[in-house]
């Protein structure tokens, strides 16, 4: 009863001239839906979980991206450039702002915020950082005369106090933001509420922790520009850009690295996932483009007669015939 019932409301909502008949244009439109659901679930996956890299072979084509004539030479496998700028404006704190994938879970506002806590968030690391730097007796006047052994003492201290923190605490944040344990194919409505009171009680422990922190920070720029100077809030502020920078790195050795792989550690993944991706033998692997053999069934297929639902043990669904 349950399953017939399911077939006359799909009968339904496909037949959308309500002429009784599922045409070709119909079934292709469906089937495209399904297509574009299912590229929706599985980017968004991606992005939250950062993986898989290659997942939807980008490159593999004629049309590629090669930078100074790497690829055509055969140092750089195919599509390389194209997945990695793609990961890039994604994933990248800034970058993603602004050249983000539409299917993102993340919204640009949700990342202006989630940037904003950040950098709020690593003031209080600038703090511990500049109390470190002078109690190992590094001076301004150190600093200033561009003394190497005073420069890289705060080089480090920035390094351990404010830029590996702040990577921390934004991949934490996006966590928060994103519930990617609750990203699904969209298919009940159980699933969808939950998902969405998850995604809200998120956003307000984000916005609760945007506030309390705000505050706190504007009240330790105060005492900080009044206590210690202008240089901690340099050391602050470029502790933070440094991480801009080092995101490059990090991804380079790990994900992106060409040079050798550590599956345990995920470093070389990209080369491993694009063989996958390019042979279908990938843990998940769909086209997320009309294939010719899936066209050809398109066009060779009849349109079916949609037979009203009176009662469950006779709905049936038949080819007219054309």
Known sequence: MACATFLARLSQELDITGDGLISRDEWKKFLELLR???????????????????????????????????????????????DLWYYIANHHPILSICFCDEDHPLTTLSKVVLETEVLLVTLLGAGIAYAFIRAFGVSREQEENNEPTALLTVYLFALFF?????????????????????????????????RGTCLCIGRIISVTLLLIVGFLAIVGVILGLELRGEDFLFWWISGRVQAYFLWFLWLLFREFNLLFSIPFLGIGRWKTEREKSLNGSGSIFDNVQVTLEEEAIYEGAHPMTIVPLRRASTMRTKRATL
Not at 162 to 190: F, G
């Open 36 to 82: 574009d659901e299912r590229r929706h679930y599985l980017k968004q996956r991606a992005f939250v979980r950062s993986w898989p890299l290659a997942y939807w072979a980008r490159g593999t084509g004629a049309n590629h991206t090669d930078m100074c004539g790497l690829v055509s030479s055969g140092m750089i496998p195919q599509g390389y450039f194209d």
């Open 162 to 194: 404010i830029t590996i923190p702040s990577m921390t605490v934004a991949t934490m944040l996006i966590y928060l933001q994103s519930c990617p344990c609750l990203i699904y194919k969209r298919s009940t409505d159980r699933r969808t509420c939950l």
